[in-house]
């Protein structure tokens, strides 16, 4: 008996890593129209994408035979890997968000918060806790009043003219109306998220914490629910890890210890109508009427 032959799989690939990098590359393909990023752009970053991770497969094999083996581990031809490994771009410099870093520290630390635990609306000036002296505590190397004014240009605080004060304008950070922050943001999270998905299944599962619930059945209702019970579990996670992060990183600098590691910890929901969860549902089939059974009928 024979399987019906798939035109896309490639020889020796797994259907369901197949199916996998379909997964992935479906809402990919959504961003890129929605935005007007042509296929060509894409295509060119990925051809990109995969020469770097040859060469990081190999980073000890002479330069001479490197193209070769880079050519035959991923299909594009000796020509192409030598013009996109000279175009390769040098990494982007990784640049302190302080606006975001502020927001934080004013969500989590006990000193900004209220006896119910929401940041408080502080005054502008004055001694701790004031907006001042949180600013402070975020960086020197940028001006409260400079930072308050970003912060305002990007939605995440207001300012009461009336009595000088100011106020955290939304419980978590979302940049919205800020297109090249959201995807920042967007390429940050997911990149991780999926970086980290990766080292699992190409290492032994325990390299980094992934997890995820998944449950069908839900009515809308139910989903209106799950929302408050999701926003109100980030907030007890945030309040909780940040403090602790914030000291860690205040103890490796006060013992001199090398501080070479980054941390991205992140809490996602999805929710859709079953038939979109995968591939469309196909077209109910007709069936014919059951025929009742009676002695001597073979099943």
Known sequence: MTTPHDPTAAPGEQPAL???????????????????????????????????AAHA???????????????AATGINR??????TAAQQRSAVRTRSYPSEL????????????????????????????FETLAQAVTRDMHP????????????????????SVALAMETLVPRGDRDRMDAFLGANV?????????????DGRQHFEQALFADGLSEQSLQSLRGMVAEQWRAVTGELVPRIEKLIE?????????????????FSFQAPVAAAGTPAPPPQKTAPRRRRRDGDKT
Request: hydrophobic fraction near 45%.
């Open 103 to 130: 927001f934080a520290h004013w969500s989590t630390d006990p000193a900004y918060r209220d006896a119910s635990g929401r940041p408080r609306r502080l005054p502008r000036f004055g001694a701790a806790p004031s």
């Open 57 to 71: 497969a190999h980073p000890t094999l002479p330069e001479h035979r490197r193209v070769s083996r880079i050519s």
């Open 251 to 267: 103890d490796d600098a006060r013992a001199g210890v090398a501080q070479e590691h980054r941390l991205r910890i992140g809490l």
């Open 18 to 52: 197949l199916e996998a990098v379909r997964a992935l590359l479906v809402p990919l393909a959504q961003l890129a129209v929605a935005r007007g990023l042509p296929y060509a752009a894409v295509e060119e970053m990925l051809r990109g994408a995969f020469v770097a």
């Open 79 to 84: 020509r192409e890997v030598t013009r996109l």
């Open 191 to 203: 990149g991780d998220h999926l970086s980290a998905a990766v080292a699992n299944v190409l290492g």
């Open 145 to 164: 009043r400079a930072l308050l004014e970003e912060m305002l240009r990007l939605g995440y605080a207001t300012h009461d003219l009336d009595d000088d």
